[in-house]
């Protein structure tokens, strides 16, 4: 394995900064680094900028994505952090990218497998965490002055749902692709019609929870929307509200899956009248990721 393989160069580090700084991290800190690299095709490259000035060639180039704001979100999990340089000697990162406002609010509001909503950072108030631009930095490398640990704006309930959300993103069973195509993607897009409307937005912001029940080869499904009574409250989202949005909900699905043999159930409530074997049968996935109509 080379230089790599046995990390030579941790004889001219200190043990116990090195031991402070790894008991330090956290998954869900933001760092300040200005650049992400990756591996890109000159044959086959997405953009002409990203070549510029590079030799043509190699079959296989590696790029400098200069990031805009200059921040990344450290994605590895809290069990790897800590471990010894050793034997993890890497941390995973993703950039945390501005998004226009609508773009934000959607996430915030459905949910998105590929983006999730951060706090404001640095003034900026529209960032999203993008997992889909993730690399990797050496644990040591953050012992430099030349790049800035910025804490992590979550509050432990809010990493909580971090660690979740990167749990479902990097190791959720995918839907079969009849599934997904025929159910999941017309109730994400009847979810994101209805949150057009001011009433039904606001009661989709207080679901916290969207999963859905399926059996391969059978027509029946259901999707199971739990809401946070805490949040119903303090946004005024009635009982009457939360009936006329299953309603709706349940009535746009069955246009949407009509002629595919599928049907699909709707149910919207609070978690303490949901059992927890109940929410386990169904498979969680983001209200926010439909593909286009």
Known sequence: MGEVGSLAGLERLDPKELALLLDSLRQGEILRVDKLPRLVSPE?????????????DDAVLTVEL?????????????????RPVEREPYIQIASLT????????????????????????????????????????????LLSEGI?????????????????????????????????ELVVAPIQRASQKLAEDAN???????????????????????LLLLVDSAACHRVKVEEQLLQDLQKKLYGRIANGVKDSGYSV????????????????????????DAPDA
Request: glycine residues 8%; aromatic residues 8%.
């Open 200 to 222: 039904f937005k606001r009661a989709l912001g207080t679901v916290y929870f969207a999963g859905l029940r399926y059996t391969e080869g059978i027509g029946n499904c259901s």
């Open 66 to 82: 200069p990031l805009d704001p200059a921040l990344v979100v450290v994605v590895s999990q809290d069990c790897d952090l800590v």
């Open 44 to 56: 086959y490259a997405l953009t002409d900028e990203e070549l510029r000035g590079a030799p043509r």
């Open 148 to 180: 800035a640990r910025l804490g992590c704006p979550l509050t432990d309930p809010q990493r909580a749902m971090l660690r979740a959300w990167l749990g479902a993103r990097f190791a959720r069973v995918a839907f079969p692709d009849e599934i997904a």
């Open 265 to 288: 159930a709707v149910t919207i409530a609070p978690a303490d009248e949901i059992s927890a074997a109940e929410m386990l049968r169904h498979h969680q996935f983001a209200l926010g």
């Open 98 to 141: 501005e998004v226009e406002k609508d773009l934000y609010d959607e996430v915030s509001r459905l949910g998105s497998s590929r983006l999730y909503a951060y706090p404001p950072v640095d003034g900026v108030a529209t960032l999203v965490l993008d997992v889909r631009l993730v690399g990797t930095i050496e644990k040591p490398a």
